[in-house]
């Protein structure tokens, strides 16, 4: 009798210690499942990115502004049939960026929006990057709506006037975006590098750091 109670004690413990552990392996994960997500903070009041306006890049890709925080950015406006500003917009920013190092580069992204919705499709986009041969991981052209288009530009401080034979009276300008999407630099300079905007540019990568 006493070797029978050993034997099934012994066992009747190690269940009993079996069970604890489940359910404390339980209440673990259901407690891991409850936590909430670590919140993100809110976007700065004087962000571009908290304009809600929906793009589509030239690989036929959607994302918002808000998507792009995070990481410093220049962004400006243009139109894909622009045949000497906009073609001179694109090559201004890559003399820029010759004279960042390929780290600084890595850490700076590019947005061109079109306010030529109307013709600017995916297609159109896509032929002006692979013609310019521009980096998909750094730079991004795309299109949204008229409406949105306009939004972006007034914050932007970027004004444009479609002609009647459709081409566009439109300014010239680099903006520069911290990463939470602050305006912290601009240039009109085109056709070579901007010193001045350039020192934005190494001050807002330093401070991203």
């Known amino acids: 009798m006493k070797q029978y109670l050993r ?3 012994a066992l009747l413990l190690a269940n009993l210690m079996l069970a604890c552990a489940a359910l404390y392996e339980g209440s673990t994960v259901a407690k891991a499942a409850e936590a909430p997500a670590a919140s993100v903070a809110p976007l700065p009041s004087d962000s571009v990115y908290q304009l809600q306006v929906p793009l589509v890049n030239q690989n036929g890709q959607a994302f918002d502004l808000a998507s792009r925080r995070g990481k410093p950015s220049i962004v400006s406006m243009f139109y894909t049939s622009c045949q000497f500003v906009c073609p001179m917009l694109i090559e201004t920013i890559q003399a820029n960026e010759a004279k960042l190092t390929p780290d600084e580069r890595a850490q700076i992204s590019t947005l061109l929006v079109s306010f030529d919705p109307a013709h600017d499709d995916v297609r159109a986009l896509k032929s002006v990057a692979d013609k310019r041969k521009l980096d998909a991981s750094r730079w991004s052209l795309a299109r949204t709506d008229a409406g949105a288009a306009r939004k972006l530009a007034a914050a932007l401080g970027i004004q444009y006037r479609q002609l009647a034979n459709g081409d566009f009276n439109h300014s010239t300008v680099l903006i520069l975006l911290d990463a939470q ?7 009109n300079k085109l056709g070579v590098a901007d010193p ?10 330093h401070a991203s750091k």
């Open 7 to 9: 034997k099934n004690g």
């Open 181 to 187: 999407g602050r305006i912290v630099g601009r240039t």
């Open 196 to 205: 001045e905007f350039l020192e934005q540019v190494h001050n807002t990568l």
